[in-house]
């Protein structure tokens, strides 16, 4: 039986199952051009050429917030675009990587000025949580079933909830969210925030396996890459969050 992620990038009516061919917005795809694990993995690592490019360009600068700011309100809106649109996802993933490539040069700056060699140690501990949930995906260690998706799904949506909520109120009120600072619940929370993070990735594992077998177009193999990557930039983003906390502490 096939199952659906639960992982809200990948919850869209792109990803269903047909048995000869698969019809997406009324167009029959050949077989031969239909979505490979080889070709999501190309795309992958063409994806991360190109943030790491970008990133280069705001890590260079004197002042790089504006542009960082600006990549990462644009690299949201394509996301958004991509989940609506994934025929157009070979635009929309590429431009995605080279906006977010431009956020996250700046922010590892900002980070590296208060904390040298921090940013290798959070790409290093990225690299490292995404080989092992690989490997314990690929050897079926871990098995991506419905409930595991539903956890998963319900935690990554309370994570958003609480993380939007905070940033309101403190743009508002005298709020001080919960988790800022480096009191141990604050490092307790970036923690947990890892771990799902981590878990993200079994699913979008799943979900580009279940993309194969479903035949699905040659355009999914970018969207499957760029569902990825959001979960990887989000991965990186909250280690830096961790190590700056474990640093001051």
Sequence with gaps: MI?????PFFKTKSF???????????????RNET???SGTINKSFLMLILLIASAAITWSMANPIVFAIGGAIVGFILVLIAVFKPQYSGFLAPGYAIFEGLFI????????????????QAVSCTFVTFM?????????????????KSVVFAATLAIATYYLFSWLLSMFTSFQPVHYGNSMMSIGISAFVIVIAALNLFLDFDQIEKGVQQKMPKYMEWYGAMGLMITLVWLYIEFLRLLSKLNRK
């Design 35 to 37: 979505m490979t694990v």
């Design 3 to 7: 199952m659906n992620s639960n992982n």
């Design 105 to 120: 040069g700046g922010i590892s700056a900002i980070f590296e000025v208060m904390h040298p060699g921090i940013v290798i």
């Design 132 to 148: 092992v949930c690989f490997g314990l995906y690929k050897y079926e260690i871990v098995k991506v079933t419905e409930k595991f």
């Design 16 to 30: 269903k199952e047909n048995d000869d061919v698969v019809t997406h917005d009324a167009v029959i795809i050949d």
